[in-house]
């Protein structure tokens, strides 16, 4: 069975840094687009930033400055770097990845969710 695998979030004082991961895990022929989205306590899930198989990335502009996505194509792992971290980034952060586990066949996969939570 095919996974995200999330870690690195917890509990940081503003201003800090986290930096989370997310490797897919099982058998997979390609993997092309990978994102991070994020949902707050009483709102919706929203995008926080996107990455292509080639590095093109794209942020919401409320974390556009503060947070970095990368990917390490060799090991299908995403990451997202957040730094200046306010308040207000307190949510569950969710990867998320297009996948090919055949090379016609695609599914969209997500992370297990992981808490971060920025509090003094």
């Known amino acids: 069975q095919v996974q995200l695998v999330e870690s690195g979030g917890g509990l940081v004082q503003p201003g800090g840094s986290l930096r989370l991961s997310c490797p897919v895990s099982?058998?997979?022929?390609?993997?092309?687009?990978m994102a991070w989205y994020r949902q707050a306590p009483g709102k919706g899930r929203e995008s926080v930033a996107t990455?292509?198989?080639?590095?093109?990335?794209n942020y919401s502009d409320s974390v556009k400055g503060r947070f970095t996505i990368s990917r390490d194509n060799a090991n299908n792992t995403v990451y997202l770097q957040m730094n200046s971290l306010k308040p207000e980034d307190t949510a569950v952060y969710y990867c998320n990845a297009k996948i090919f586990t055949t090379p016609w066949r695609s599914l969209n996969i997500w992370g297990q969710g992981n808490l971060d939570n920025v509090s003094s």
């Open positions: 099982g058998s997979v022929t390609r993997v092309d687009d």
């Open positions: 990455i292509t198989r080639s590095g093109i990335t």
